[in-house]
């Protein structure tokens, strides 16, 4: 069994990950990165309030500017429970998306064929009149149900509003099917509520966390990591279940070094033990759940051993980690992960998380999950938005129904016409996702786009995906504008405000004026009947006993809970909102679509002769492929390794820091080269790199070419029959140690 002293051997090896794994606690400890450019206390410094947009855990801060109003640092907001004063390092360099010289500048609209990078400038008037006037066409000719809106991001719910007053409600974004749908999907199913942004994760006072596959400290969730720091501080049991010695692993008691594709089993034999040696919560479950008399026998044939020969963990550290939980039961939080879509059984392995959470009597208690309370905001009057006619669902007759949100992936499919069909999508908006590295099958993809009347991509960057649109729309950045407060639920109801610190850059909007000036010029200038968005926000704000000036003021507002039920009581009564009022062991809704009700094992293909699995995930230091051209994050990190372990390297004669092409099972070869880290810190069944490098926007003047590109590889989805997620972990790859003749590049 692996002890500390054997993870500190093997970081050894791998010395940069051991700094890196030394930095990024010392950081949630208080040190934040580039401190005090400025003292926010200097004379003539002014500060505005906003919340970060680097990614989406949207930490409320300050942006402090110098004498000549030039903005100069952020900072979090001490007031703030999704980051406590303290903003991670992309959070920090935010200020490099404001003053990137690469930023898209005026509106364009294409003059050449799709894919060429070749535009002509546009005002905006002439832009909005173009989509506006397209648009309409659209609706009279198929209906406005024929239009998609792709988002990620604060500025989309505008898009989505124009586009709910437009006719269509087919608003997707691709943190859904190609990221947490399964875990919302499964935890439905279990609990009847949703696990949310941030999630309900009482990591605070945890005393035993388990992360299968989420790398916190990699996946730097702010508020989340604090926490975990926090609680390995007041002892808790660390176990991470991940094929590869992650930062959280360096951090844990127990590493399980799994073999990929494998965790349904040892989940099934966690399960099997804890019923077993009477080691679950006896009261809670009697009182709280549904079917554990049928879940006993289905998990019997799931023992120790046999797991041993699927996951290649040994049985004692199977037993141990499940007797560890259940020491700390109920304080144990195993935890849903974020990005789940993996081999397509997800949404089946999510309810195998949800179930060992409800046998360990952890949902609804201190150190489990706790129920948070959002604080809500009237609607701007506004009339009734139309019924549309048709939803992307009459594209999957009898399938999917168990999604509880829009399928981006399904949008993807149903653009490209097919006879089966009669409902084929006309027009993409796309606002703050690049889906051409985002959406996995590339050739999918691209082929819908080339299927379309209209593609407009709002973008503050060139990127991938601005290259096939027909108009670009520029938004300028968060630290430019206002958007809608934000208000995610947590342990106190609280709204946090965004407002500019500067006027835009260049030629840019923000996404509410583009929205609402493209209302006004299709007609549909009544669903937007503020002035502008101060009015908005002002109207909103005094609704609920606060104003736009308090809030410029305070930059985030707590509000007492309606009621003190963050956990349930002893013995509390509780009807959860499943068909059978418990917490759902066997599922009932499952069972209603043809779905096992209880997750089984069913085994995944393996990588052929001279092929390893490819895996990848985040770095500290950057998200996405949103701030890899970012001039202050390109410093700290500006390209990708493939990690490869030492015994895969010695066959093919592979060397640290040599670069190589990486083939698919598809024959897909990667478009640049990509640098190999020999590492004992990945198993030497897979290789392992970190998601959003390898840019091929030559537009991108510091990332273009950097790096290698997990996107184009994963040619292969492995679909989640309950709610379509896409599995994007079953692609195999091998070594070109030679550059590749050009035809066979992946575009
Ligand atoms: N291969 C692979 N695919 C993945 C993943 C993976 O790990 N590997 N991860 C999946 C997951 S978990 C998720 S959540 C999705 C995320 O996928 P996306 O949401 O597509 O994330 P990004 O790739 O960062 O694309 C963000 C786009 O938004 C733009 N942008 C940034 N800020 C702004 C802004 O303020 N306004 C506007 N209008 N645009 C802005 C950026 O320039 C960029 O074009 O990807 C999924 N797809
Ligand atoms: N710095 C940073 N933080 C981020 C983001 C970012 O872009 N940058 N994105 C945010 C978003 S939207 C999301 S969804 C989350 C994603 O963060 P997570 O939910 O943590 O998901 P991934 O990034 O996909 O996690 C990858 C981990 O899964 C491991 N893994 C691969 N295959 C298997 C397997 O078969 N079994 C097991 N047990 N483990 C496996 C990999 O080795 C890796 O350590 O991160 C969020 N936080
Ligand atoms: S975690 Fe970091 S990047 Fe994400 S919102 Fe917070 S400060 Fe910004
Ligand atoms: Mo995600």
């Given amino acids: 069994m692996a002890n500390r002293r054997e993870f500190i051997k093997i970081s050894s090896i791998g010395a940069g990950g051991l700094a890196l794994a030394a930095n990024t606690f010392s950081w949630s400890k208080g040190m934040s990165f580039a401190d005090d450019l400025l003292s926010p206390d200097k004379k003539g410094a002014l500060r505005t309030p906003t919340y970060c947009e680097l990614c989406f855990w949207k930490c409320a801060g300050w942006v402090y500017k110098d004498e000549r109003g030039e903005i100069k640092k952020i900072t979090g907001n001490d007031d703030d429970p999704h980051c406590n004063g303290r903003f991670c390092p992309r959070g920090t360099g935010g200020v490099g998306m404001y003053h990137d010289k690469d930023r898209l500048k005026k509106p364009l609209i294409r003059a050449e064929e799709r894919g060429k990078q070749i535009f002509r400038e546009a005002s905006w008037d002439e ?37 709910k007053a437009y006719g269509s409600t087919n608003i997707a974004a691709p943190s859904f099917a190609q990221c947490r749908g399964p875990r919302e999907v499964g935890f439905l199913a279990t609990f009847g509520e949703l696990v949310l942004s941030p999630e309900r994760t009482d990591i605070r006072d945890t005393k035993c966390l388990v992360l299968i596959g989420s790398h916190l400290g990699e996946n730097m969730h702010n508020g989340q990591v604090q926490e ?31 073999k990929p594709a494998t965790d349904l089993a040892l989940l099934l034999t966690w399960i099997n033990l804890i019923i077993e040696n009477e080691w679950y919560d006896k009261d809670y479950v ?54 789940v879509t993996w081999y397509g059984d997800d949404t089946q392995r999510s309810r195998a998380v949800a179930i060992l959470n409800a046998l360990l009597g952890s949902w609804g208690r201190r150190g489990g999950f706790y129920y948070p309370e959002k604080a809500s905001l009237p609607d701007y009057p506004h009339p009734p938005y139309p019924k549309p006619k048709r939803t992307w669902r009459d594209a999957f007759p009898g399938k999917f129904n168990l999604a509880n949100e829009v399928l981006s992936t399904g949008i993807c499919d149903a653009s490209i016409p097919n006879t089966a069909r009669d409902c084929t999508f006309k027009a993409w908006l796309v606002y703050g996702t690049n889906l051409i590295k985002t959406l996995p099958e590339r050739k999918k993809t691209l082929e ?63 996404a509410w004026w583009m929205a609402k000036k493209l209302a006004d010029k299709m007609g549909l200038g009544d669903y ?80 052929p002769e001279g092929y390893y699995r490819l895996i990848y995930g985040r770095a500290p ?30 066959i093919w004669y592979l060397e640290n820091g040599q670069e190589v092409y990486l083939q698919n099972q598809d024959g897909v070869i990667s478009k640049f080269p990509i640098k190999v880290r020999v590492t ?45 997620g896409t599995g994007m972990r079953g692609n195999f790859v091998t070594f070109l140690t030679e550059k590749p003749v050009e035809e066979e590049v992946a575009s």
């Fill in 127 to 163: 832009a909005l009149d173009y989509i506006a006037e397209k648009l309409g066409k659209i609706a009279r000719e198929h209906g406005p149900e024929c239009v998609a809106l792709f988002t990620h991001g604060s500025g989309g719910k505008f898009f989505g509003d124009l586009m």
């Fill in 228 to 258: 975990m720091s926090d609680a390995i501080d007041k002892g808790a049991t660390i176990i991470t279940v991940d094929p590869r010695f992650s930062i959280a692993a360096s951090k844990s008691k127990y590493w399980m070094p799994i």
């Fill in 286 to 339: 009697e009182k709280y759940t549904y079917g554990f008399d049928v879940l006993k026998e289905r998990v019997k044939p799931y023992t120790p051993q046999w797991a041993y020969g699927i996951t290649g963990l040994k049985p004692e550290m199977i037993y141990d980690t499940a007797k560890a939980m259940h020491d700390a039961s109920p304080a144990v939080i195993v935890h849903p992960g974020r990005h």
């Fill in 448 to 510: 819908a786009i080339q299927n379309l009347e209209l593609l407009v991509a709002i973008d503050t960057m060139p990127m991938e995906i601005t290259g096939y649109a027909d108009v670009i729309l520029p938004e300028c950045t968060y630290l430019e504008r206002y958007d809608m407060l934000r208000t995610n639920p947590h342990r106190e109801p609280n709204i946090a405000l965004r407002m500019p610190a500067a006027k835009p850059k260049y030629d840019t909007k923000p």
């Fill in 528 to 607: 937007f009947a503020w002035n502008d968005i101060e009015e908005l926000l002002d109207w909103q704000l005094k609704k609920i006993g606060s104003s736009l000036d308090e809030m410029k003021r305070i930059g985030v507002k707590k509000f007492p809970r309606q009621y003190d039920d963050l956990y349930f009581w002893p013995d509390q009564d509780f009807i959860f909102n499943t068909n059978s009022g418990k917490i759902e062991l066997y599922s009932t809704d499952l069972e209603k679509e043809g779905f096992d009700p209880i997750p089984k094992y069913t085994p995944h293909p393996e990588p």
């Fill in 621 to 650: 230091m950057h998200t996405f492929s949103r701030t890899i051209n970012n001039p202050n994050l390109v410093d700290l990190m500006d390209e990708n390794t493939v990690w490869v372990n030492p015994k895969v390297a010695k």
């Fill in 680 to 724: 004992e810190r990945i198993r030497w069944d897979s290789v392992y790199m970190v998601h959003g490098f390898g840019h091929s926007n030559k537009k991108l003047s510091r990332a273009y070419g950097k790096g290698g590109s997990d996107s184009e590889l994963i040619s292969k989805v492995m679909l989640d029959p309950v709610m379509g």
